[in-house]
């Protein structure tokens, strides 16, 4: 009797740590340049994100943890790649709420782009809150795409702060390949999406620089 009470233990603990494999999970690639990228998802829970990288021959790389720390544990999560080949792809799975995403042991995959140098800057800035009282929405993802009627650019993204402050200099920006600078027009808008803990929000216009902060954009409420 002991036995099987022990062996029945065993199995209830290697089905709670197990690897769980599981091919959806929405997540996004933002920023991807010169040996680097973004991941970013929201979780069904609080919980501690993780990456890890692969070679496209499965051959694991390193580990990466949350752009805010080791220990950060919320629903929503941002990581950033970096340290990698230009040019190069690779694959990766993601930890989240106790399971291994890895596309059914497939791995997810992504490609770098080349080192490019920008010139000048352009940052729109401005303010995301809760629709409750106007609380900051601090630790939301804003994701950004920069199109007009001929084509966009790729999608780009930041964290909101304590404060409920974000901003991102467009200069960054890239074609939809990842392979050139995006060159802004005055036929140019905005796509913002906001990803929060608690709902998202949308805002579409025009692009401006915030000039010191003294031009912000219109304030974003998550619902």
Not at 33 to 50: D, L, M, P, Y
Not at 66 to 75: M, P, S, T
Request: proline residues 2%.
């Amino acid at each position: 009797m002991r036995i099987k009470t022990i062996t029945t233990l065993l199995c209830l603990l290697f089905t709670l740590f197990s690897t769980a494999t599981a091919s959806e999970i929405n997540f996004r690639i933002t920023n991807v340049a010169g040996g680097r990228f973004t991941v970013s998802w929201r979780s069904e829970s609080k919980c501690i994100g993780k990456l890890d990288i692969y070679n496209m021959g499965n051959k694991f790389i390193n580990s990466f943890i949350d752009d805010r720390g080791e220990q950060f544990f919320d629903i929503i999560h941002y990581i950033t790649v970096d340290g990698l080949k230009d040019n190069t792809s690779y694959q990766f799975s993601i930890k989240s709420d106790k399971k291994i995403f890895d596309n059914d042991g497939y791995y997810f995959s992504v490609t770098t782009g080349p080192t490019l140098v920008p010139m000048g800057s352009i940052q729109p800035a401005g303010k995301i809150l809760l629709s409750n009282k106007g609380t900051p929405a601090s630790g939301s993802i804003v994701y950004i795409t920069i199109s007009n009627s001929n084509e966009k650019s790729a999608l780009l993204s930041t964290l909101v702060d304590n404060n409920g402050y974000w901003y991102i200099d467009l200069i960054n920006a890239r074609t939809f390949d990842d392979q050139n600078l995006y060159k802004i027009s005055s036929q140019d808008e905005l796509d913002i999406l906001v990803l929060g803990t608690k709902g998202n929000a949308k805002y579409k216009g025009q692009i401006y620089d915030n000039q010191g902060g003294k031009k912000l954009y219109p304030n974003i409420y998550i619902k």
